[in-house]
């Protein structure tokens, strides 16, 4: 497996490699840039088809995560790490405790938290073993409800201002009823998502890999379920990726029939280059790591004491970039993930600039 020369691989400050036999725990810890702050970034568990197929989830997702702090204007690094297995076959305490004791042996380089396949309660099992896990404090949330730290409602709040800032500037409209949107992936985002935009009036077109989270999206939504593979090429307004990354790609994009593309997924795009043939083909693409970044916002007010008005403050600011975004793209004929990424690169120099360090150009986040 080559590590240095992998197409991912983007000047990587750290990547470990982590194994205990003894609870079958397998791992990658991804460190992409610290210079804002500690990396911080989910913790994934899935069942990866290969150990490629790990290492480029997780060079890409840690990258990912340097570009999201930055464009949402939080002190922090990025970083990410993935579990090899099932979480509903291979998770067991003694795995995750495991996965603590590597986490505490960086030293608070990096900092994990919730993400696909994980939970608040894995976290703080990891937490027996480690002080550098985020997400896990009961307090009060955004939305004045208490939260057990899951940054899941925060994330599809993010996700659904940033929803509502493509619609108003692709169609031209604040009202969402009647707004047709085809979600993929009902999870702990997705089925929040659902419900914001089943309030605010929009029919929904749902899938997901696991029956009773499609159930009940169905039976709580009245959403109309549909298969995998056909769930990106409906004839709807918006399609919202809310699963696994890489589902825009050479056979995907031909295939959409949405105008807009804005989902809560990390890493959208299969290759840099297909969000150029999204604007090619007219397609409002809202670069994931601007729409989804409503949980690290969350994560970084649960370390530093924000109040809930302040947390729900900054993650509506995510409708104001995505505008800005979308503008520039408009102005300039440049597509969408890339004016993202030149606007993460203005803020990381600005940062730079008032803390005195030598700036580091970031690569492409796509």
């Not at 079958?24 to 913790?43: D, F, P, V, Y």
């Not at 169905?218 to 004839?235: H, K, M, N, Q, Y």
């Not at 029939?257 to 809560?264: C, S």
């Amino acid at each position: 497996m080559n590590v240095f020369s992998h197409p991912e691989f983007d000047h990587h400050e750290h990547l470990s490699f982590v194994c205990d036999a003894e609870t079958g725990l397998k791992g990658i810890i991804a460190i992409h840039n610290t210079s804002r702050g500690a990396a911080l970034g989910g913790c994934r568990m899935f069942p990866y088809a290969s150990d490629e197929e790990a290492l480029r989830d997780v060079l890409r997702l840690s990258r990912g995560m340097t570009y999201k702090s930055a464009l949402a204007n939080l002190d922090l690094g990025g970083g990410k790490s993935v579990i090899i297995g099932d979480p509903r076959k291979h998770k067991t305490e003694a795995l995750l405790e495991a996965m603590g004791r590597h986490l505490e042996s960086l030293g608070g380089q990096y900092i994990a938290a919730e993400d696909s396949g994980t939970s608040v309660p894995d976290l703080k099992v990891m937490g027996r073993h480690t002080r550098h896990v985020a997400g896990v404090t009961t307090r009060t949330g955004f939305d004045g409800q208490p939260s057990t730290g899951d940054p899941s409602p925060v994330t599809a709040y993010g996700t659904f201002i940033g929803l509502k800032a493509a619609v108003k500037h692709k169609l031209g409209t604040d009202n969402l009823t009647g707004l047709k949107v085809a979600i993929q992936g009902i999870g702990n985002v997705g089925y929040r998502l659902a419900r914001y935009l089943k309030e605010a009036g929009a029919e929904l077109w749902v899938t997901d890999i696991h029956a009773d989270n499609l159930q009940r999206a169905v039976d709580e939504f009245d959403a109309t379920p549909v298969g995998s593979d056909d769930i990106l090429s409906l004839p709807v307004d918006v399609v919202a990726p809310c699963a696994m990354g890489a589902v825009l790609n050479d056979q995907s994009i031909p295939a959409i029939r949405a105008a807009i593309v804005a989902g809560a997924a990390n890493n959208l795009l299969d290759r840099p280059e297909h969000d150029a043939a999204l604007k090619h083909r007219g397609i409002l693409y809202a670069p994931d790591f601007a729409i989804n970044a409503g949980g690290i916002i969350d994560v970084f007010y649960e370390r530093t004491g924000g109040s809930p008005e302040q947390i729900r403050a900054h993650v509506d600011t995510i409708g104001d970039t995505l505008s800005e975004i979308f503008q520039r793209s408009d102005r300039t004929g440049l597509p969408t993930g890339e004016i993202a990424n030149e606007l993460a690169e203005e803020r990381f120099r600005k940062h730079a600039a008032r803390a005195g360090l030598a700036p580091r150009r970031l690569a492409c986040a796509g």
